[in-house]
């Protein structure tokens, strides 16, 4: 019977040692010590031992259940205080930082590029981006089937045309706010710079079909290209830095007469064109392109209600994903990059 004893307490030791839980101990403890557990098994073969000996029979199964009651105690003790070591936190360690969520880049572009136009005295405007083919086209000196329009591939809404407008169209550019400004303002002086999301059925490395440009307009009297290269000049200087010269070459556009394309000298090569006697690989020419500018057409001035013998104007419109990866020195291979969403790439800027 004794070796009943010794044998149950050798087993408690081996399985008491393989438990790492609190879970699996509390299992051990019914196993061993609970109502059918192995102890009062034993006690109850006190039936089968002589008399004069049930008295330390008893005493011995008492031993083992103090015995295997404080070695349960103990290993509880062990197991908790492991646990507490794995949770433990040292609160003078200095806390992770949080992760923080930060605005779109042509948002930021987009702020500071009204904010330079704010100190001309520039009305910002978000004209539509929902559009009338009469905005976006007649009223810009491209009458119907005009072959000028082919250069701003458009998409067409499926919606009934308006008697005088025509089409609903995604604008192509943000010259339709032209007209819309003119015919809001009423009267020169009009000093206008709308910024707004533009439309155009392209999908590849250097395009996206949604894509953002702003346009200057200013009409008074007596305006002149001088004007407009001094606020261009003025913008580039006050985006990229001071270090940058503007130029307008001559080009064509049925909105304006004379027309322009705008461009800027190369920041890696500061319009030199080369880079240790190599041709600059950004620009290869020392002038990037910022958009397209010139004097309003005064056909366009009359669709605006506004006499061309008394007022002239100018305008320019410049795309902002362009001016924004021109600003960081960006030599992205694929621009679609920008709207991928792809926080590591956002996250830089
Ligand atoms: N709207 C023209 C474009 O998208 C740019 C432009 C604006 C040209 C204003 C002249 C004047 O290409």
Not at 273 to 302: D, F, Q, T
Not at 307 to 317: E, L, Q, R, V
Request: proline residues 5%; glycine residues 8%; hydrophobic residues 35%.
């Amino acid at each position: 019977m004794n070796s009943d004893i010794a044998h149950v307490k050798q087993n408690f030791e081996k399985d008491l040692k393989k438990i790492t839980s609190i879970e699996e101990l509390n299992l051990l403890n019914i196993a061993y010590l609970g109502r059918k557990g192995r102890v009062n098994e034993v006690l109850l073969s006190i039936k089968d031992v002589p008399k004069e000996k049930r008295k330390i029979f008893g005493e011995s199964v008492n031993t083992l259940k103090f015995f295997i009651q404080k070695s349960i105690d103990l290993k509880r003790g062990i197991i908790l205080q492991k646990k507490d070591r794995e949770h433990y936190i040292d609160p003078t360690l200095p806390g992770l930082p949080y992760p923080h969520g930060s605005l779109h880049i042509v948002t930021y572009a987009i702020e500071e590029i009204s904010q330079i136009f704010e100190r001309l005295g520039f009305i910002r405007m978000s004209y539509r981006e929902v559009e009338w083919e009469y905005f976006s086209f007649e009223s810009l000196n491209m009458p119907k089937d005009h072959p000028a329009r082919d250069d701003f591939e458009t998409f067409f809404i499926d919606f009934p045309p308006h008697k005088e407008y025509g089409k609903m169209v995604l604008t192509p550019h943000t010259s339709s706010g032209q007209v819309r400004e003119m015919i809001r303002s009423k009267k020169p002086p009009i000093k206008m710079i709308n910024i707004a999301k533009t439309y155009r059925p392209n999908w590849d490395a250097t395009h996206v079909p949604m894509f953002h440009q702003f346009e200057g307009l200013c009409i008074d009297s007596g305006i002149n290209i001088t004007n407009l290269k001094g606020t261009i000049e003025y913008f580039a200087r006050s985006f990229f830095g001071n270090n940058r010269e503007i130029r307008l070459r001559p080009f064509h556009f049925q909105f304006t007469e004379p027309s322009f394309e705008v461009d800027v000298t190369c920041d890696i090569c500061q319009g030199t064109g080369k880079v240790k006697n190599l041709k600059c690989k950004v620009c290869k020419s020392g002038w990037l392109e910022l958009g397209g500018a010139g004097m309003v057409h005064p056909n366009v001035l009359r669709e605006g209600r506004i006499d061309p013998k008394k007022y002239s104007g100018w305008a320019f419109g410049f795309g902002i994903e362009r001016v924004f990866m021109m600003k960081q020195g960006l030599n992205v291979d694929d621009i679609r990059i920008l709207y991928s969403g792809d926080i590591r790439f956002l996250e830089q800027f």
